[in-house]
């Protein structure tokens, strides 16, 4: 491959999907924040999904901007990301009634670590306390108890994941709840790890890779189309549980934008 300068714009097509799903996952932002304002609903689910939500966006945002600063090979692992994201975004709002305690594990997961371990220096744990305390208090008096509950759970031994035991690994949540991403949750694995295939999954020139940035054009197409439909999935997961968008929105997208990149990749 030879050396060159970019940026490499999108084509025309694929900054229209970008784009266009950008302001499907924003719009969802805004009517569940003009939602939750109205009724006060949730706040500790509300605050969830709109932190994994806004992750989101960014992420897809960062895909494009490595994609066309010649960084394609790298966005493995910003679509892997984008996967655990979905998986988040699941395990709070897959069940409403147990939604504000799983939004509770989520908020709170980092601070209750650097609680229970051993080394945080005194200040840092009374700092942590006063958060975990803060959002616990946002929770109704039986979920209090299961948050006192899992915080003990902590100190004998810290969970693998924040969701887990309710759910096992975000691989098992994929392949059971989402099977039509196991194929990409499989081979981005690889991709964050460093697999040697993993490592060369976007590159047009694998066996021609390099240090510098280049031009990947068939790659940024299967980059882009990828993160496009799981920011969109996790918008309509997240506009379904808010109860702020419905299906038709969805489809329409997904056929109008999505599936005709399928076309193009497979040419």
């Not at 950008?22 to 932002?29: A, D, F, K, P, T």
């Not at 966005?75 to 709002?93: E, F, K, W």
Request: one cysteine or more.
């Amino acid at each position: 491959m030879e050396k060159a300068d970019g940026p490499w714009t999108l084509p025309e097509d694929l900054a229209k999907l970008h784009n266009v799903i950008i302001h499907y996952g924003v719009q969802i932002q805004k009517a569940s924040l003009a939602q939750y304002e109205k009724t006060g609903n949730g706040p500790l689910s509300h605050m969830a999904l709109s932190h994994l939500h806004r992750t989101a966006i960014v992420n897809h945002r960062a895909t494009r901007s490595l994609c066309e600063a010649g960084w394609t090979p790298t966005t493995p692992t910003m679509i892997r990301t984008l996967l655990d994201i979905l998986v988040s975004t699941y395990a709070v709002g897959s069940k409403p009634e147990n939604s504000e305690y799983m939004g509770f594990k989520y908020l709170a997961h980092s601070f209750i670590e650097a609680i229970v371990d051993p080394d945080s220096a005194p200040e840092l744990v009374a700092a942590d306390t006063s958060q975990v305390d803060k959002i616990k208090n946002q929770l109704q008096s039986a979920d209090v108890k299961r948050a006192n509950d899992l915080i003990t759970e902590y100190k004998v031994k810290t969970p693998p994941y924040w969701y887990w035991p309710e759910f096992p690994s975000p691989g098992a949540v994929v392949k059971q709840s989402m099977p039509r991403n196991w194929d990409l949750w499989h081979f981005f694995c690889g991709s964050v790890h460093g697999a040697f295939i993993g490592s060369l999954l976007f590159s047009d020139f694998p066996d021609d890779a390099g240090i510098d940035p280049g031009e990947n054009p068939r790659k940024t197409r299967s980059a882009i189309v990828s993160s496009s439909r799981l920011l969109m999935d996790i918008s309509f997961a997240r506009g379904q549980f808010e109860g702020v968008t419905d299906l038709s929105e969805y489809t329409n997208i997904v056929r109008k934008y999505i599936l005709p990149q399928r076309t193009i990749i497979q040419s």
